[in-house]
């Protein structure tokens, strides 16, 4: 479990959505994928207004038809819609797709034109409202989230959900530090590089050692950090299982080290990648 700034406990280990929902061919895999993680207690689910514009979140709201209260729920406004105003427009828009009365968590997606004070204005408004619990960005970098901190109410920020996996851990220079040293969790995107990491050398390795897939391994490493929570993105059952079961494996530190040695830390700032 990882902790937010307000003392909630939410899942390490949660479910992406990005591109679900988009195929009738293979809505029932989804479907079935959706509500088998939600089963095995990966109760954090992840989603946007911008997958599938509101496709995906309509396909959550009827996978999870049935299991909602038990699920962490969490979408993003796209910075275009983040006015005070617009904001709440685009929450009561989301809230309707995902047939729910509100989010656990909203997340500007990036940053964009608007200014924060603005986002955060509506985003408060919202949560007066009882429309959001939580509320918190994605993609900020370390300047962005200074700036954020320094406004009005700009420390109620729950989470920043920014792209880290073993390949991206441009992170792990000051923008995770940063986020530790004042309670905020980071929610790792694409935490398997879209199925895209080198599968061989160091992760072959340490999979084989391990009795696991690569996926798997990767997976736990990003799990390895207290306070850092992930979210693949899985259409398959069996991926969905597989995901789950990274949760128990814990990596020693002679893997840990043959992984620096692959894919190596960060020496000095690198900008925030984004997908
Ligand atoms: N805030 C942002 O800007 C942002 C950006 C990108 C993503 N996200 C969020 O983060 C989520 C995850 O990122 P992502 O979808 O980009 O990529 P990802 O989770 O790193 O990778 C997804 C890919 O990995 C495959 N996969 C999953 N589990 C596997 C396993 N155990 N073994 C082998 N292959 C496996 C999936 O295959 P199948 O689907 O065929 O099972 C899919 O092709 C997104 O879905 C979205 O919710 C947020």
């Known amino acids: 479990m990882v902790t937010l700034p307000d003392g909630e406990q939410v899942p390490a280990l949660g479910l992406g959505s990005w591109g679900l929902g988009e195929n009738p061919a293979r809505r029932r895999d989804e479907i079935a994928s959706v509500r088998l993680g939600v089963e095995l207690g990966m109760t954090l689910v992840d989603t946007a207004e911008m997958y599938g514009e509101g496709l995906t979140e309509q396909f959550l709201g009827e996978a999870l038809a049935g299991l909602r209260d038990r699920v962490f729920l969490v979408s993003k406004v796209y910075p ?103 309670g905020v969790p980071l929610m790792a995107y694409s935490p398997l590089e879209q199925a895209h990491l080198d599968q061989g050398g160091a992760l072959a390795e340490i999979a084989a050692r391990h009795g696991v897939t690569c996926w798997q391994a990767a997976l736990a490493w990003v799990l390895r950090r207290p306070g850092t929570m ?30 620096d040695a692959q894919f190596a830390p960060p020496r000095r700032k690198r900008p925030l990648e984004m997908l």
């Not at 995902?98 to 949560?127: C, I, K, M, N, Q």
């Not at 700036?147 to 441009?170: D, H, I, K, M």
């Not at 993105?233 to 043959?258: I, T």
């Open 230 to 259: 992930a979210i693949p993105k899985a259409a398959r059952p069996e991926h969905v299982r597989a995901n789950h079961a990274a949760r128990d494996l814990h990596l020693a530190e002679p893997d840990l080290a043959r992984l």
């Open 80 to 182: 275009h819609h983040a006015s005070r105003k617009g904001v709440v427009r685009a929450c009561e828009q989301s809230l309707r797709r995902l047939g729910t009365s509100h989010l656990d968590l909203y997340l500007l997606h990036w940053r964009g034109g608007e200014p924060l004070a603005e986002t955060v204005a509506g985003f408060e408004s919202l949560r007066a409202a009882g429309k959001i619990r939580h509320w918190g960005v994605s993609n900020f970098d370390t300047g962005d989230l200074e700036e954020l901190f320094a406004l009005p109410q700009g420390q109620r920020c729950a989470v920043n959900q920014v792209l880290y996996n073993l390949s991206r851990r441009g992170p792990e220079f000051d923008l995770l530090p940063w986020m530790e040293g004042r």
